[in-house]
């Protein structure tokens, strides 16, 4: 990263005459614009859009970009975020004029090439999952949770239950809770116990009649397999309610288990982590949902359908559906790119993809654990969680060490979260880096203990090498600047 | 099989093992019960090598009729526009595209400056004070809007115009079941909303009253009556607006909207079968702290000099978690900059000359068919959109005119069955006027065949 000054805003380089666009003569006879529209709707003040010439654009985002870090600057351990290679083929394809260039109003037979591409991502996701039925429409993670809860919810009022109750881990992403309030559920959280895993008395306890559904991330954000699975699927059930699992962590079980075998009702799966949908510096993602058969009355509308003479076609004829969460088929480009990773990868592909991304945590896990506390003595799936508590009674805090890694040119891992686990870092190294990059991480992370100790001040004044220093948040949240203003 | 996305060798599983003490990958998974254990190998196709992967989805791809070879009337929410070149190299590079959310500002400047132009941008087309750095899709963001507005009053009843997207309205009500709110569908009169029914309709239980600008048909609302409808009973006025439309109208801002939602597709998103897109949201002042999403502002390090960071933070579910103001979390920012991309690259002159271009087209494509002698049922003034009646089905027409590739409107009886017959055609810039004449030939054809 190159340390410069100052970067101007687009809008400072702007100068009236400078054009970067390129739109042709007006080729119809013209109308007077107050003969078609009403003169009090007509734009008085332009908006102050900027006025740069086609270079200075590429250069105003060129700086940008060399002033940000992705996947392929270096590497980027952001825990339960599943930050692995984004495969260059996905990009090409997704830019196809027979899927770029397709209205999602076109009549289906001229669209057989896309639902087509659909039908096989949802099929072979059911078969990941071990559901019944997918569907591609949510277009997150969390619209996927919040869709889910929406059908959970529809599946309990035709029977004529009133179930209003969610319960989540205090391990949850902060999602599932959210998701259940957009939803109209509340949310109930139970503690965990002293393995990471979920106390089950605390459930039995709180499970009931009042029960919608048990939201779960498996691995858990601690990256630890919750291994009273199966009797936590009984108690959920026995009550009436229905399990629910967050795919967030699916990194960690391709061709291992499923969620469909272990007890799950229904599931989302982002495909932005798991299935290399490039993050895009914060979306668009894609969060489809799978469900067990007795839920599929309810999914979103349209579901992508095959009829008996090969042909494909939207079916829209579900009058149980909760409705629509998304216009048109959800994020399309983003599932074009995960069902291409899914062919490159096959079967066999995806389990190593587990095998190698789990063997690579715990490897890290295990070197790093004399030099960091490690809360949970286990093995670790495809993430683990260190804790900086020894670090911080030196004053040196877990931001500090997140800060530093800075220095060394990587994006720090996950930290503060999961809330229960004191200066918390949580380390994914996904199964797409070497083992070079693993060690020269792990020789950095030893240096940053020893620094720790010898050299505190190093740490807390970090990061020493980026374009700007630590920014000052409070003050961006309690004055806030928003936008630009000349 | 080779795995080009896996680097570990034999070696370095050995050594990995070794380390750990144990003999095989197995024991790793060791705590996942036996009787939940996946057996044997998923039932998914075997792994294809790249120039496999090509020949197959390029054979895919090229079963679908697309924009390049064909001349697309149709909208409804997803248009065929001008994409300068530079925007798909920008969004190209992968220090922006294979990134996280800047949760980390100090190696995230690029990211953060560009949502932070970004929500300037969209403040300058709307006339709004506070814009976020985008939501999933248009439709959605009308959703989140009524959220919004309902959050924050004591009525729960949320008034919808028809002439809303009736996708966004569907999402709308399925939002409303979730957080208790009541949805109510006002009544069009000539392709606009009915002034008198939606007077009537709004009373102190109205949380929001929602209009699309220009509307679903096209046509364009008259704000300036709808404002005082919504504010007379303190409802909160949301708009949803084609930002492309703001070229050349007056934006819902200086009317005395209180929210102002859309989707910036038109600028520099392909329409990629209606997915992802890119939402936007933007506000009054007054409600900067009830918005959705994340919102990049501006700050200072420890030296004074200027850098952004994501704030506001005390909203959003990563934070607040169930008392969050949405379970928002990714949202589409590569495409929100793709939008600045194609909002700098067009500017202050292009963003008015393209809006132009797409009036110009429009009401000559207008002209022509109304010349046919074919039916234009509504008589406000409209911008890119505007609908016929045909006297033929709309998807008899279509194939008709696919023939001619020609990609026809939207079949307007999908959603009122009272415009059964009636199409909605769309005209940007991207039509020239030999492809705008050729439709009207083909309409030609419908009439007299």
């Given amino acids: 990263m190159v340390k410069e000054k100052e970067k101007a805003l687009i809008f400072e380089m702007s100068k009236s005459g400078r054009f970067a666009y390129s739109l042709p003569e007006c080729d119809v006879p013209e109308v007077d614009l107050t003969d078609v529209l009403p003169s009090d709707f007509i734009r008085e003040t332009p908006a102050e859009l900027p006025e740069v010439s086609e270079l200075q654009l590429v250069r105003h985002y060129t700086e940008l970009s060399n002033r940000n870090h992705g996947i392929d600057s270096g590497f980027y351990p952001l825990g339960s975020c599943t930050m692995k290679y984004n495969p260059k083929i996905n990009e090409d394809v997704a830019r196809y004029p027979g899927f770029a260039k397709i209205h999602p109003y076109q009549a289906e037979e001229t669209i057989q090439g896309a639902l087509e591409l659909m039908y096989g991502l949802q099929t072979e996701l059911e078969v990941i999952t071990g559901m019944d039925y997918v569907t591609l429409q949510p277009a997150a993670g969390a619209q996927g949770e919040w869709t889910a809860l929406m059908m959970i919810r529809a599946y309990h009022e035709s029977r004529g239950e009133k179930r209003t109750k969610v319960i989540v881990p205090d391990t949850a992403h902060g999602t599932n809770p959210a998701s259940a309030s957009v939803a109209g559920l509340e949310t109930v959280t139970i503690s965990s116990n002293e393995m990471g895993g979920v106390n089950l008395e605390e459930l039995r306890r709180v499970v009931g009649s009042d029960t919608a559904a048990f939201m779960m991330t498996n691995p858990s954000t601690l990256g630890l397999f919750e291994q009273q699975i199966v009797e936590i699927a009984e108690i959920v059930h026995a009550a009436g309610g229905l399990l629910y699992y967050d795919g967030a962590n699916a990194n960690a079980i391709l061709g291992i288990t499923r969620p469909g075998d272990m007890g799950f009702d229904v599931v989302h799966l982002n495909l932005h982590k798991t299935f290399t949908g490039p993050h895009g510096g914060g979306g668009p993602g894609s969060g489809p949902v799978g469900c067990k058969k007795e839920l599929a009355p309810f999914l979103p509308a349209p579901l992508v359908v095959k009829d008996m003479d090969d042909s494909y076609r939207l079916d829209d004829e579900r009058p149980d559906s909760i409705g629509r969460v998304k216009a048109y088929y959800g994020n399309f480009g983003i599932n074009v790119r995960a069902y291409v990773y899914i062919r490159s990868m096959g079967p066999q592909g995806l389990r190593r993809v587990s095998e190698e991304a789990v063997l690579n945590a715990n490897y890290m896990m295990r070197r790093l654990a004399p030099y960091y506390d490690l809360p949970y003595d286990q093995v670790c799936k495809h993430e683990f969680v260190l804790s900086g508590r020894r670090q911080k009674k030196l004053g040196v805090r877990t931001l500090d060490i997140a800060k530093r890694l800075l220095d060394f040119g990587y994006h720090p891992p996950t930290i503060y979260f999961p809330l229960i686990v004191e200066e918390c870092m949580m380390i994914e190294p996904t199964e797409t880096e070497s083992k070079e990059t693993l060690d020269e991480f792990i020789e950095v992370m030893i240096q940053i203990a020893r620094e720790a100790e010898e050299n505190p001040e190093i740490v807390q004044e970090a990061p020493h090498h980026t374009v700007v220093t630590r920014l000052d948040e409070v003050t961006a949240a309690r004055k806030p600047i928003l936008r630009y203003k000349r | ?449």
């Avoid at chain 2, 809007?145 to 009525?155: D, Y």
Wanted: aromatic content about 8%; glycine content about 10%; hydrophobic content about 40%.
């Fill in chain 2, 1 to 449: 099989m080779k795995y080009r996305y896996l680097p570990m060798t034999w070696e370095d599983k050995k050594e990995m093992l070794a380390f750990l003490g144990i003999d095989s990958v197995e024991e790793l998974f060791s705590d996942i019960p036996e009787k939940v254990r996946f057996k044997g190998e998923l039932n998914i196709p075997q792994a294809m090598s790249e120039p496999e992967i090509v020949r197959y989805f390029n054979g895919l791809a090229n079963k679908n009729v697309n924009s390049q070879d064909y001349a697309y009337f149709l909208g409804a929410g997803i248009y065929d526009h001008y994409i300068p070149s530079t925007v798909n190299h920008v969004i190209s590079r992968s220090e922006f595209y294979t990134a996280y959310t800047p949760y980390q500002p100090e190696i995230s400047q690029g990211e953060l400056q560009a949502i932070f132009e970004f929500q300037t941008m969209i403040c300058e087309l709307t006339g709004m004070e506070v814009a976020n750095s985008s939501m999933y899709d248009g439709p959605t963001a009308v959703a989140e809007a009524a959220n919004l507005a309902v959050g924050g009053a004591t009525g729960k009843k949320v008034l919808v115009s028809k002439a809303v997207h009736p996708e966004a309205r569907s999402i709308l009500k399925v939002n409303g079941k979730g957080q208790g709110y009541e949805v109510v569908e006002i009544d069009l009169k000539n392709g606009v909303t009915d002034l008198l029914a939606l007077d009537e309709a709004s009373d102190e239980s109205t949380a929001a009253v929602i209009v699309q600008y220009p509307n679903f048909f096209g046509a364009i609302e008259d704000l300036r009556a709808i404002e005082e409808i919504a504010h007379r009973h303190k409802g909160l006025l949301v708009v949803s607006s084609n930002p492309l439309a703001l070229g050349v109208l007056e934006p819902p801002g200086k009317f005395g909207a209180d929210i102002v939602v859309g989707d910036a597709q038109p600028f520099g998103i392909p329409m990629q079968l209606g997915g992802p897109t890119c939402g936007y949201f933007s506000v009054k002042e007054k409600l900067m702290r009830k918005i959705p999403g994340r919102i990049v502002g501006q700050t200072k390090d420890q030296n004074g000099k200027r850098g952004y960071v994501l704030t506001l933070q005390a909203r959003e579910q990563h934070i607040r978690r169930e008392k969050a103001t949405s379970n928002i979390c990714s949202n589409q920012a590569l495409n929100a900059l793709a939008a600045a991309v194609a909002m700098t690259a067009l500017g202050k002159h292009g963003v008015q000359e393209m809006a132009l271009l797409n009036i110009q087209k429009t009401h000559y494509a207008k002209k022509k068919i109304a010349e046919l002698g074919l039916e234009i049922p509504f008589s406000a003034p409209v911008f890119n959109e505007f609908v016929i009646k045909l006297p033929k089905s709309v998807g008899e027409v279509n194939r008709f005119l696919l023939k001619g590739k020609i990609v026809g409107g939207y079949d307007l009886g999908r959603d009122y069955p009272e415009l059964a017959g009636h199409m909605l055609l769309a005209v940007t810039e991207s039509r020239t006027k030999e492809e705008i004449d050729s439709l009207v030939k083909g309409l030609e054809g419908i009439i007299r065949g």
